[in-house]
């Protein structure tokens, strides 16, 4: 095995998953006297790491991420800056995404009990609870809102738990104040009614995105297909009637909790994601971490005993020479200016990037809603047989 190349005192090992803006590779943190550890680092497309815009949103997902403190959180752990390239190290996670796992359960005709759905899907409420009340260096509310939730952004760990990933796309209040950042982004299946369009928004966008993630868990179907365009997919997230699983010949246990999480009024959800967690526990006990664990290598066997090998591999190479490449560690403590594009995550979900004219945390809801110029030419033009293709672009990411 050759000596993997490293930056700063992190060797980069196997790449793990690819997409337009960068990889996620497994690697192995070198410190004093033989210390190591397994770790995950996101990296950045060469070419993308010396776009300053780029690499604000870079900085701005690990500044957001080390305010939150959660097991239910995929916590940050450095960020090292190399010759041309930034580093975003991770604690690596031995498990699968939730939507890996949701695919392999339908091949084995495996389905979650529902106690281990109310088990993920608790974990990753209270994982999103702590990142909505986060706070900055002076105790203010950051006032987080996630606009990625989706089953490509949950691991789903081998110990049970599951972890919130992925906040590239985050939106802090102090930081869209800052920068006027209200631009539409996420994957398109999971985007709350109120976000396509200029109305404000808050931390309850994140729980539609949950209801959505609840309503494919128990279905394990998709709620939104994504249709000819995703603004094909935005209009029947505006306008379809929303059949609750049991109205389809699914188990109906959840349908309560989903019915109130898919309301296209914010008012009528869930206040909070506790509150929508308690709501789970109380509806069906959450699975022990023991059981979801149990199921997840179960669905998952072949994907993590491939990936076991690989984390073999980098801890007994530890003692190879590295080959340095010099580094400097980066203190994400300065609000970054707007970006232009958001991150690749594990998803071959279409997303999306729209420039909203309007600030997303301020405002007054006025007697008619605005919608999405994407969502508005796109019922005009789905009438006349015609595709849309404004402002709307299809990104190939994760796996």
Do not use: C
């Amino acid at each position: 095995m050759s000596a993997p190349r490293t930056v700063d005192r992190y060797a980069l090992h196997r790449e793990l998953a690819s997409g337009g803006m960068g990889a996620v590779r497994l690697g192995r943190l070198h410190g004093e006297a033989g210390f190591g550890r397994v770790v995950a680092i996101k990296t950045l497309h060469a070419h993308l790491a010396k776009d300053p815009d780029v690499v604000a949103m870079f900085l701005a997902e690990a500044k957001l991420v080390s305010r939150i403190r959660h097991p239910n959180v995929v916590p940050t752990l450095d960020v090292v800056a190399g010759e041309g390239e930034l580093l975003l190290v991770m604690e690596y996670v031995h498990g699968e995404s939730l939507a890996a796992l949701i695919r392999r359960a339908n091949a084995l005709s495996a389905p979650p009990p529902p106690a281990v759905v109310s088990a993920i899907v608790t974990d990753a409420l209270e994982g999103l609870f702590a990142a909505h009340q986060a706070t900055n260096s002076r105790g203010v509310p950051l006032k987080i809102v996630h606009r990625d939730v989706s089953p490509q952004n949950l691991m789903v760990g081998v110990d049970g738990l599951t972890r919130v990933l992925d906040f590239g796309v985050a939106r802090a209040v102090e930081r869209t104040r800052s920068t006027g950042d209200a631009s539409l982004k996420g994957k398109v299946a999971y985007i709350s009614p109120e976000r396509l369009s200029t109305a404000p928004f808050d931390h309850r966008a994140d729980l539609w995105s949950m209801g959505v993630v609840l309503w494919e868990l128990v279905t394990r179907e998709k709620m939104f297909p994504v249709a000819e365009s995703p603004a094909a997919t935005m209009v029947s997230i505006l306008r379809d009637e929303l059949q609750m699983p049991g109205e389809l010949g699914h188990d109906a246990t959840f349908d309560e909790v989903i019915r109130r999480a898919l309301q296209r009024d914010p008012k009528k959800r869930f206040e909070s994601a506790r509150q929508m967690s308690q709501a789970l526990e109380k509806l069906v006990a959450p699975a022990p971490a023991r059981d979801v664990g149990r199921w997840v290598r179960k669905v998952a066997q072949e994907a993590l005993a491939e990936r076991q090998q690989w984390v073999e591999e980098v801890e007994n190479g530890g003692d190879l020479a590295p080959q340095f490449v010099s580094g400097t560690r980066v203190t994400p403590s300065v609000t970054p200016p707007p970006v232009a594009a958001p991150p690749s995550s594990p998803s071959a979900e279409p997303s999306v990037a729209f420039a909203s004219p309007a600030d997303g945390t301020t405002g007054t809801r006025g007697a008619g809603r605005r919608v999405w110029p994407a969502v508005v030419l796109l019922a005009a033009t789905v009438a006349a047989s015609f595709g849309v293709t404004y402002f709307v672009r299809y990104r190939q990411a994760h796996r």
